[in-house]
């Protein structure tokens, strides 16, 4: 794709709501933290919040009441040991739960959130994905480790830990002494608005060390991605500085983030652990001297404060997960919530008009009466290709591939009943036989935010043409391909595909009408026939032969020692470029679909593969309707008609300026 430098950085750039957002680069920025989507809320059950800290609760009380048996047995009563087994077995099986059930929690919200993420990737689509690999990868690994342990196995123990010497407390008010609870109490209430101030004082530094930690993410990621073309281009200690000037700064966040821990435990043990103690001692001891307690229930009071003071060193110990999670629960928070909104000219989603409803419904009725001249009067824009037959095939032609294609309509048209009708308009569903397969652009406007890279253009491909859509690079070629494929929904006018409007279609119903081969296909690490069978995972093997035999690969996988499972390498390494662009012509046949769109096949390959690959797609192509993006003659040849995207792009302007 032509444009796909250029692409990338702009889904990021037209963000401007004043939150954190990702950059063009795919970096977060700092700014108010946004609300947190369900899918983050309920990644972990408040259930299992209070579930973790009623844990905590049980067992401090068995411990504390233990404690008081122990105080009675001092005073020489004989209680029984009955009570003080049972506690303490009350006490271990909360000491073994507790963990176990955070664990389990964090487990399941990692879950969540990583399919939420995951999810959220396929929802936003090719062109809101464009450029973000390492970002993205960030946040479906650490992130989504981090929030889950932040959510599953913080937020019940520090809820257990802030409460938990209030219950103990109130356990020795009524089992040793009423006095000296009151008096700690007044102690313990100066622990949450302790730590309320200090976390307000080290936000900034977990959420500087999440960015610090992004951007090394990405720049590893892309590094080794490249690692061919930076040796080559003998960049590679330059970029090799780079990554080592991003290491040293993530860890100087990450030793600022740890001096922030360590800190907040020498304030906690230092200022109250010591203080609640000795205070206790004090106390206890001069109660128990003048008579106002027993010495039994002294020591009890003693041994009550190691509880008091016990859960506060786990805020200590837990912070630094307090710090790291809440950003990284931001940073996913931002990836949920991108939206269209964000970007003026274009919406990216699957399925789903950025616009709302009423703005939808008005351009309907716009483009419905303009349908007698908007899209014919498109299909004629085109010139001859040389040595094609004039200005188009044939109706004999077109009918005869119509019925070609019939099968195949039968067995996709299933999924056309996903999409959803805008209110007032047409059903957006091809009943004429004569609309069947074709691609239709209505007067559209789109872009990738800022200024729209096609604004008013309307073309028709008619149902079996073969179409070659050419222009300079930047023109918007790739534009036209993301809107056809459902990844960019326009912000006016209609694009129907197949009959189907990619406004409200179910964008996998659009898709399932769509073979693509791209210019640089994408081949999976792994055989031949697992990269075939990512179009139809119950393919047999006669089925993947047939496949490779329109590719024009068949006979060269057979020379191939281990045939179907012949290993491609990593995205197609163990191929040459020709074999890799068949192979994913092969998968294309295998996908079986009625309309067939061809993003520059032949860029990558040399004039010989280019003849191969132009006759593996001839093959492919028959009975289809076929939407070439090219620039190579031999390309351009190959169609019916050809379609100068800047002519029509400057002929929509001129008319829209006479208007």
Not at 587 to 599: G, T, V, W
């Amino acid at each position: 794709m032509t444009e796909g430098s250029a692409r990338s950085g702009r889904p990021g750039a037209a963000s401007a709501a004043p939150s954190a957002r990702p950059s063009a680069s795919g970096h977060l920025h700092a700014g108010p933290a946004l609300p947190l989507p369900p899918a983050v809320r309920d990644a972990a059950p408040a259930g299992a919040m209070w579930a973790s800290a009623a844990i905590a609760w049980i067992g401090s009380i068995a411990t504390a009441l233990l404690f008081a048996w122990l105080g009675a047995m001092i005073d020489g009563e004989r209680p029984g040991a009955g009570p003080a087994v049972l506690l303490a077995a009350i006490a271990a099986a909360c000491a073994g739960i507790g963990p176990w059930l955070s664990q389990r929690v964090g487990a399941e919200a990692e879950r969540r959130l990583r399919q939420a993420v995951v999810g959220r990737v396929f929802q936003l689509g090719v062109a809101r994905t464009a450029g973000r690999s390492g970002t993205l990868l960030s946040i479906a690994t650490d992130a989504v480790e981090r929030t889950a342990h932040y959510r599953g196995g913080f937020l019940g123990p520090i809820l257990g830990a802030l409460t938990t010497p209030l219950v103990v407390l109130g356990v020795m008010a009524l089992t040793a002494d009423a006095v000296t609870a009151g008096w700690l109490a007044l102690l313990i209430v100066l622990v949450p608005v302790l730590i309320g101030g200090f976390r307000r004082l080290v936000r900034p530094i977990g959420g500087a060390y999440r960015r610090t930690q992004a951007r090394l993410t990405a720049g590893f990621l892309e590094a080794i991605q490249a690692l061919d073309t930076l040796v080559y281009a003998r960049a590679a200690e330059r970029v090799a500085r780079d990554l080592a000037r991003r290491g040293e700064e993530h860890r100087r966040g990450l030793m600022r983030m740890l001096a922030a821990n360590q800190l907040l435990i020498f304030v906690v043990d230092a200022a109250f652990s010591l203080t609640v103690v000795v205070a206790a001692t004090v106390i206890a001891s001069l109660r128990a001297a003048d008579g106002s307690i027993s010495a039994g229930a002294a020591v009890a009071i003693v041994l009550m404060t190691v509880l008091v003071i016990g859960p506060v060193d786990v805020i200590g110990q837990f912070f630094y997960i307090g710090i790291g999670g809440r950003a990284a629960q931001q940073q996913i928070a931002t990836h949920l919530g991108a939206s269209s909104r964000d970007h003026g000219e274009g919406a990216f989603d699957s399925g789903r008009s950025a616009t709302s409803a009423q703005a939808v419904s008005a351009r309907f009725a716009r483009s419905t009466s303009r349908a007698a001249h908007g899209a014919s009067g498109s299909s004629t824009g085109g010139r001859a290709a040389p040595g094609a037959e004039t200005g188009r095939a044939s109706e004999a032609s077109r009918d005869h591939a119509h019925g070609a294609s019939t099968d195949r309509a039968a067995r996709v048209t299933g999924s056309s009943t996903g999409g959803r009708v805008a209110p007032g308009a047409e059903t957006g569903r091809a009943s004429e036989a004569s609309r069947d397969h074709a691609i239709v652009l209505d007067r559209v406007t789109a872009g990738y935010g800022g200024a729209p890279v096609l604004r008013d253009l309307s073309l028709r491909i008619e149902p079996g043409e073969r179409v070659a859509l050419v222009g300079p690079s930047g023109i918007g070629k790739s534009t036209v391909s993301a809107l056809v494929q459902a990844h960019l929904v326009p912000s006016a006018g209609r694009v129907r595909v197949d009959g189907l409007d990619t406004a409200w279609a179910d964008a996998d119903a659009v898709r399932s009408r769509l073979a693509v081969v791209e210019q640089r296909p994408f081949l999976f690490l792994g055989t031949i026939a697992e990269n075939l069978r990512m179009a139809d995972p119950a393919a047999s093997d006669e089925r993947l032969w047939h496949a490779l035999a329109v590719a024009g690969l068949r006979a060269e996988v057979e020379r191939m020692p281990d045939g179907l499972d012949t290993l491609v390498g990593e995205h197609g390494a163990l191929l040459s470029g020709g074999q890799a662009q068949r192979l994913a012509i092969a998968r294309a046949a295998l996908r079986d679909a009625p309309i067939l769109l061809l993003d520059e096949p032949t860029s990558q390959v040399d004039l010989a593969g280019e003849a191969a690959i132009l006759e593996a797609l001839d093959r492919l192509a028959a009975g289809r309707t076929v939407l070439m993006i090219a620039h190579r003659p031999g390309a351009i040849l190959a169609a019916d008609r050809v379609i100068d995207l800047g002519a029509e792009l400057r002929r929509a302007r001129d008319g829209e300026a006479n208007a």
